[in-house]
């Protein structure tokens, strides 16, 4: 997974950082292929917000959180992304039984 971070009227910080690259960690189960990520923080008065724009073999999906503290935006994004990228891959799902198995000759 490769991760890209952009600071706006805030100052880069390691730990948020750190933070949201180990949240975003469990999402690699949905994708067998290398998804990108860019996440842009911005604050504005005594809001932050997170904005998530993940980028797939499958699709692409965004998403902003805005709350008063920065890590608990990331939280509250990395779950709603969670959901996202499950129902997108339960979509992909085939639900038809065993169609996909060869019936043997005998």
């Known amino acids: 997974?490769?991760?890209t971070y952009a600071f706006r009227h805030m100052d880069s910080n390691d730990h948020v950082r750190d933070h949201a690259a180990a949240k975003l960690e469990r999402l690699?189960?949905?994708e067998d292929r290398e998804m990108m990520v860019e996440i842009v923080f911005t604050e504005e008065k005594y809001l932050t917000t997170a904005e998530f724009k993940v980028s797939g073999a499958h699709g692409?999906?965004?998403l902003s959180e805005?709350?008063?503290d920065v890590k608990e935006a990331i939280d509250v994004a990395?779950?709603?992304l969670d959901q996202m990228?499950?129902?997108d891959k339960d979509k992909r799902k085939h639900h038809k039984g065993h169609q996909s198995i060869t019936p043997h000759d005998g």
């Open 85 to 87: 990228l499950s129902r």
């Open 78 to 80: 990395v779950d709603k």
């Open 1 to 3: 997974m490769k991760i």
């Open 28 to 30: 690699e189960r949905f």
């Open 60 to 62: 692409s999906f965004v």
């Open 66 to 68: 805005t709350r008063e």
